[in-house]
């Protein structure tokens, strides 16, 4: 394991001319820098700057109108090896506009200049086009808040020797819809139309700029960095967000490999949910030409070849380093933060070994950790080749790690098996939470994976019980149609109702000997592709059909009735009773009103040698038995002091307690969940911790003022939710 003194943070700051051959290769591939004068840019190709920039072949031009087949295609997608399979689904996606089941696009090359100053992207996409259906006469993308120049189409031209150059196009922007944003629609040429047939290939550009309020993109400014020198950008696709990124078409069942050249203000460094590319594309780059940055720039190209939805787009920008983990594994984050990440992930190959032990084969190539400032949104994010981490897993402990474990199930199911509409999403969630906790099981033991299946009933009771047992949002399958805002619907149902269903079906057909087979003959046979849940019925159906028990499963009221399952999954709770037992004393203790020493022979010794997941399991099972009625603050008080709670760093400790102790009005919890909700912007604990503060009496006040004070601190999507939450109208 490399240190981050060890780490050569100064390799961004080289020059393509310099030390890029005399540099480890690993090191070399892994950054794909280029330092070039903008005056260069356009005939970047013709000048060999260094050995690693070899111009590629100029594909041949297509002929005519003529059933255009698609060589340009093939040569444009630089696929080293063997083209992916094409894609289908002709599910409906309630929260697209784009007509991806006529004409899809399938590969887009992208020329990004990202401007710090401006807030803002510039780009081209050259999009690789299919048509799914006869004689399309128009492609629709979904887009928000960006700002379309113009619209060309690429091939195929009418001169067979392109001479004349792009054709452009008549285009126009949709009004805008609140969730949607605008659909863009780029009418075809008529005559062109014509000779369309199923499968025929053409090529299109768009020229872009994005807004500084684009809902995937969060602008820090270098106070909220770690390092506090450069300003620092992460994108946040999922669910429907790519759309105010690049104009694509934002729907999962859209799966597209792309390849991408991003230029930066030295010193930064860029990285992509890809793996980094050493060359840069035959034709130059002509597009970043016409953007000319007044200082000093770096460019950064990748590739990536497996298809991908395109919420799986992923960018990040800012002074990183990087230490290496495994042979296909490494940890980047701001330099100051290095050493503590690859402390902390360095079971990352483990899992990622246990992973395919289970899957199959890893298909990404590599993958790596991207610890993000404070303010990223979610725990993790699967972006392909590259997970985005939150530094709230920084325990210092390797005690928050499953998040890791998650993200790296997901390379499989939800980035490889995707669900084909956002209704489908425990597609995603649910199977991930599985394999999560079939890695930890296979690493940890049996009763690990019956310890996360218990703590995660948990949770679903909770998340029931908090949105209502009969809110349509507690169904498996929710409706989204109508401009539902998939952000709105997300909770904990997906991934634990998800698994809690799969989990029944494993016991129903006999165990994990049976199921595990299953799994890996479902990711093998769903692969690059996508599905709804009445596709999973089938496939299940048919791989059990000689299974009697397996015709006994009622799909309609697992996918479709609110609430709690239909059936009770019963869990080995031996690593969790004690944890239980003691919550159970401290209930009773709180409603018999014995007093605020806690419950006899309540000491620290009681908890020495537990794991911090039996602590968090403690406070969660106390949480649901004193869900009706709050505690008393003078109990919150004393378990505090007893446990040590304030002087843990670990984050879902702290976060289980305050869930306690803010309905009991303790006045040290409120101050330190506010100093919490300062401190990062993780919407698990954002979200639930403004909206307990909000409802007590003591907190509310604190709640509006806090969120007032930092509010904009927050990745868009959190504040927007959070900004909900308090039913304040942004
Ligand atoms: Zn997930």
Same mark, same amino acid.
């Given at each position: 394991?490399?240190?981050?003194?060890?780490?050569?943070?100064?390799?961004?700051?080289?020059?393509?001319?310099?030390?890029?051959?005399?540099? &480890?290769?690993?090191?070399?591939?892994?950054?794909?820098?280029?330092?070039? &004068?903008?005056?260069?840019?356009?005939?970047?190709?013709?000048?060999?700057?260094? /050995?690693?920039?070899?111009?590629?072949?100029?594909?041949?031009?297509? %002929?005519?109108?003529?059933?255009?087949?698609?060589?340009?295609?093939?040569?444009?997608?630089?696929?080293?090896?063997?083209?992916?399979?094409?894609? @289908?689904?002709?599910?409906?996606?309630?929260?697209?506009?784009?007509?991806? $089941?006529?004409?899809?696009?399938?590969?887009?090359?992208?020329?990004?200049?990202?401007?710090?100053?401006?807030?803002?992207?510039?780009?081209?996409?050259?999009? $690789?086009?299919?048509?799914?259906?006869?004689?399309?006469?128009?492609?629709?993308?979904?887009?928000?808040?960006?700002?379309?120049?113009?619209?060309?189409?690429?091939?195929?031209?009418?001169?067979?020797?392109?001479?004349?150059?792009?054709?452009?196009?008549?285009?126009?922007?949709?009004? &805008?819809?609140? =969730?949607?944003?605008?659909?863009?629609?780029?009418?075809?040429?008529?005559?062109?139309?014509?000779?369309?047939?199923?499968? /025929?290939?053409? /090529?299109?550009?768009?020229?872009?700029?994005?807004?500084?309020?684009?809902?995937?993109?969060?602008?820090?400014?270098?106070?909220?960095?770690?390092?506090?020198?450069?300003?620092?950008?992460?994108?946040?696709?999922?669910?429907?967000?790519?759309?105010?990124?690049?104009?694509?078409?934002?729907?999962? !069942?859209?799966?597209?490999?792309?390849?991408?050249?991003?230029?930066?203000?030295?010193?930064?460094?860029?990285?992509?949910?890809?793996?980094?590319?050493?060359?840069?594309?035959?034709?130059?780059?002509?597009?970043?030409?016409? =953007?000319?940055?007044?200082?000093?720039?770096?460019?950064?190209?990748?590739?990536?070849?497996?298809?991908?939805?395109?919420?799986?787009?992923?960018?990040?920008?800012?002074?990183?380093?990087?230490?290496?983990? %495994?042979? @296909?594994?490494?940890?980047?984050?701001?330099?100051?933060?290095?050493?503590?990440?690859?402390?902390?992930?360095?079971?990352?190959?483990?899992? +990622?070994?246990?992973?395919?032990?289970?899957?199959?084969?890893?298909?990404?190539?590599?993958?790596?950790?991207?610890?993000?400032?404070?303010?990223?949104?979610?725990?993790?994010?699967?972006?392909?080749? +590259?997970?985005?981490?939150?530094?709230?897993?920084?325990?210092?402990?390797?005690?928050?790690?499953?998040?890791?474990?998650?993200?790296?199930?997901?390379?499989?199911?939800?980035?490889?098996?995707?669900?084909?509409?956002?209704?489908?999403?425990?597609?995603?969630?649910?199977?991930? =939470?599985?394999?999560? @906790?079939?890695?930890?099981?296979?690493?940890?033991?049996?009763?690990?994976?019956?310890?996360?299946?218990?703590?995660?009933?948990?949770?679903?009771?909770?998340?029931?019980?908090?949105?209502?047992?009969?809110?349509?949002?507690?169904?498996?399958?929710?409706?989204?149609?109508?401009?539902?805002?998939?952000?709105?619907?997300?909770?904990?149902?997906?991934?634990?109702?998800?698994?809690?269903?799969?989990?029944?079906?494993?016991?129903?057909? %006999?165990?994990?000997?049976?199921?595990?087979?299953?799994?890996?003959?479902?990711?093998?046979?769903?692969?690059?592709?996508?599905?709804?849940?009445?596709?999973?019925?089938?496939?299940? !159906?048919?791989?059990?059909?000689?299974?009697?028990?397996?015709?006994?499963?009622?799909? $309609?009221?697992?996918?479709?009735?609110?609430?709690?399952?239909?059936?009770?999954?019963?869990?080995?709770?031996?690593?969790?009773?004690?944890?239980?037992?003691?919550?159970?004393?401290?209930?009773?203790?709180?409603?018999?009103?014995?007093? /605020?020493? %806690?419950?006899?022979?309540?000491?620290?010794?009681?908890?020495?040698?537990?794991?911090?997941?039996?602590?968090?399991?403690?406070?969660?099972?106390?949480?649901?038995?004193?869900?009706?009625?709050?505690?008393?603050?003078?109990?919150?008080?004393?378990?505090?002091?007893?446990?040590?709670?304030?002087?843990?760093?670990?984050?879902?400790?702290?976060?289980?307690?305050?869930?306690?102790?803010?309905?009991?009005?303790?006045?040290?919890?409120?101050?330190?969940?506010?100093?919490?909700? @300062? $401190?990062?912007?993780?919407?698990?604990?954002?979200?639930?911790?403004?909206?307990?503060?909000?409802?007590?009496?003591?907190?509310?006040?604190?709640?509006?003022?806090?969120?007032?004070?930092?509010?904009?601190?927050?990745?868009?999507?959190?504040?927007?939710?959070?900004?909900?939450?308090?039913?304040?109208?942004?």
């Amino acid at each position: 394991m490399l240190t981050a003194q060890q780490v050569p943070s100064a390799l961004a700051r080289r020059s393509c001319s310099s030390a890029l051959s005399q540099l &480890p290769l690993e090191i070399r591939t892994r950054s794909a820098l280029f330092s070039v &004068p903008n005056s260069q840019i356009a005939s970047l190709a013709s000048q060999p700057c260094s /050995s690693a920039f070899r111009p590629r072949a100029r594909p041949p031009h297509p %002929g005519r109108y003529q059933r255009y087949q698609g060589p340009t295609l093939r040569a444009a997608t630089r696929t080293r090896s063997s083209p992916p399979p094409l894609l @289908r689904t002709m599910a409906d996606d309630h929260s697209s506009r784009s007509n991806f $089941n006529d004409i899809r696009v399938i590969h887009s090359d992208f020329e990004l200049d990202v401007n710090l100053d401006k807030k803002i992207i510039e780009g081209y996409v050259k999009l $690789n086009v299919v048509a799914d259906r006869g004689s399309p006469s128009h492609l629709l993308l979904d887009t928000r808040d960006l700002t379309i120049h113009r619209v060309e189409l690429l091939s195929p031209l009418q001169s067979p020797t392109g001479e004349g150059g792009p054709i452009p196009l008549k285009f126009q922007l949709d009004e &805008p819809h609140k =969730v949607l944003g605008s659909a863009l629609r780029v009418d075809l040429p008529a005559d062109l139309v014509g000779t369309l047939t199923h499968g /025929s290939r053409l /090529s299109l550009g768009v020229r872009f700029t994005t807004s500084p309020s684009s809902s995937a993109v969060q602008f820090l400014d270098p106070a909220q960095t770690a390092g506090g020198r450069h300003p620092y950008l992460f994108t946040q696709c999922q669910a429907i967000h790519a759309r105010s990124l690049v104009p694509c078409q934002d729907s999962p !069942g859209a799966k597209m490999t792309y390849s991408a050249v991003v230029r930066v203000p030295q010193p930064l460094t860029a990285l992509m949910s890809a793996v980094p590319d050493d060359e840069l594309p035959a034709g130059g780059l002509p597009h970043l030409a016409d =953007v000319e940055p007044p200082y000093p720039t770096s460019l950064f190209a990748f590739q990536q070849k497996v298809p991908i939805a395109p919420y799986l787009l992923a960018l990040a920008v800012g002074e990183l380093s990087s230490a290496t983990l %495994g042979p @296909r594994t490494r940890v980047w984050s701001e330099p100051s933060m290095v050493e503590a990440g690859a402390h902390e992930f360095a079971d990352t190959a483990k899992f +990622l070994e246990a992973g395919e032990a289970i899957a199959g084969e890893y298909l990404w190539g590599r993958y790596d950790l991207l610890l993000l400032p404070p303010s990223f949104p979610y725990g993790g994010m699967e972006n392909p080749c +590259l997970t985005f981490v939150t530094p709230t897993l920084l325990a210092g402990d390797r005690s928050l790690t499953n998040v890791v474990a998650h993200e790296i199930a997901h390379s499989w199911t939800g980035n490889l098996v995707t669900n084909a509409t956002w209704e489908h999403f425990w597609l995603n969630e649910g199977f991930t =939470v599985f394999l999560e @906790r079939k890695i930890l099981g296979r690493l940890y033991g049996p009763a690990t994976f019956q310890f996360h299946a218990a703590q995660g009933a948990v949770k679903l009771a909770a998340e029931v019980e908090r949105l209502g047992a009969d809110n349509p949002y507690t169904r498996l399958v929710p409706d989204l149609s109508g401009g539902v805002d998939p952000d709105d619907v997300f909770s904990s149902i997906p991934y634990e109702k998800g698994f809690y269903f799969l989990y029944y079906l494993q016991e129903l057909v %006999g165990g994990a000997d049976v199921f595990d087979p299953f799994l890996a003959a479902y990711i093998m046979a769903h692969r690059h592709k996508t599905l709804t849940s009445a596709d999973f019925r089938n496939f299940f !159906g048919e791989y059990f059909n000689k299974v009697p028990a397996a015709q006994d499963v009622d799909w $309609n009221t697992w996918f479709f009735s609110p609430g709690m399952p239909p059936v009770t999954n019963t869990y080995d709770t031996s690593l969790a009773q004690q944890a239980y037992d003691l919550a159970m004393k401290w209930h009773t203790c709180d409603v018999m009103g014995i007093g /605020s020493d %806690g419950p006899e022979g309540a000491s620290p010794a009681v908890v020495a040698g537990w794991s911090s997941e039996q602590m968090v399991a403690f406070l969660d099972k106390l949480g649901q038995f004193r869900a009706p009625q709050p505690m008393h603050r003078t109990v919150t008080k004393r378990l505090a002091e007893l446990y040590g709670i304030y002087d843990s760093n670990n984050a879902e400790i702290r976060y289980s307690f305050f869930k306690l102790a803010i309905p009991a009005e303790d006045d040290q919890a409120l101050s330190a969940t506010a100093a919490m909700l @300062r $401190n990062q912007g993780r919407m698990k604990f954002l979200r639930p911790l403004y909206r307990a503060l909000h409802r007590s009496k003591a907190g509310r006040q604190l709640a509006e003022d806090t969120f007032a004070e930092v509010g904009m601190s927050y990745h868009p999507i959190a504040r927007k939710m959070v900004a909900s939450d308090l039913g304040i109208k942004e």
